[in-house]
């Protein structure tokens, strides 16, 4: 069952060599054997040699490789907060209802995404592919190209599906490009269960579930408050789901933006869910993003995962 590190932004613009293989080696004396890296638009015209020293460091270190394509055409998430640069250039291919979103439909975006797609598994020696979070999977759009294809009145399940299509055939042309890798697909609870069941259904997909929290978070210095769905609210969803569609369960541990004081809380959470789950591709992020104490939820992470999960 696979273990991985899940990394944003993980030194693409200041590239140290040694730094990644202090970190690769951390991640396997951690457990994991597998680390995922974002990739944006922005890495495939600016860090093109930096990823694939990272992809060759993360080999040597005795890690297989998952690449996030990251926000992408604005459709997934992924390293955070990025805006589409071809979707800038190419403002044809916006929805109407949200400039920083492309149209599914829109022939230019789809090719495009394909080529995208095609580069980033051909130039690369990559073992696995992760969707982050697509977005607004059932956005109904008034973009003339959707309309064109499915008239004057589209519903949201007519737009669930057709994302749905496009994933797959995405994976696809992943898979035509690098033969054998893994492919995961997770989506924010907040989704719809229609496109979320859909999913299952994706030809392609090995693992399919929800990112989630184990406690209480903040962003900067407020109190600390639920912020997020908790895996014991959607575990049951995630294995009902993949039952169905015939895919392997995954988890994303959201072990980020926890506050000080909010530790324990943190690992008794991840320890629950633990004691009652078993993902078949459990994934945390490697030292969590905007912490207050960074090592402590980390080594808390570690702990629990290696207790309840790994020595299972």
Sequence with gaps: MPFTAYCLDHGNFTVIPRQYRDSFDDMRACGFDNVALSFSESEMRYSRRAFEIQVACAHECGLKVHVIPSRIGGRFAGAPLLHSLWLVEHPASQTPENPAMACIQDVDFRKWMHEYIHTL?????????????????????????????????????????????????????????????????????????????????????????????????????????????????????????????????????????????????????????????????????????????????????????REHYLED
């Design 121 to 305: 598994f051909s130039d690369y020696e990559l073992d696995g592919l992760i969707w982050d979070e697509p977005k607004s999977s059932a956005m109904v759009t008034r973009h003339p190209a959707t309309l064109a294809k499915f008239g004057p009145d589209p519903t949201v399940q007519v737009m669930a599906d057709d994302f749905a299509v496009f994933i797959e055939e995405l994976t696809a042309t992943a898979r035509a490009a690098r033969p054998g890798i893994t492919v995961t697909l997770f989506n924010m609870p907040s989704v719809n269960s229609y496109f979320t069941s859909r999913c299952a259904h994706i030809e392609g997909l090995d693992y399919l579930g929800f990112d989630g929290a184990c406690c209480r978070q903040s962003y900067f210095r407020e109190p600390p408050q639920k912020l997020k769905h908790y895996f014991s609210e959607t575990w049951e969803r995630t294995r009902t789901e993949c039952a169905a569609g015939g895919k392997g369960t995954f988890a994303l541990i959201e072990n980020f933006m926890i506050p000080k004081g909010v530790v324990p809380e943190f690992r008794e959470g991840l320890a629950a869910f633990l004691e009652q789950a078993h993902p078949d591709h459990l994934a945390c992020y490697y030292y969590g993003l905007n912490n207050a104490e960074p090592d402590a939820v980390h080594a808390a992470a570690m702990e629990v995962i």
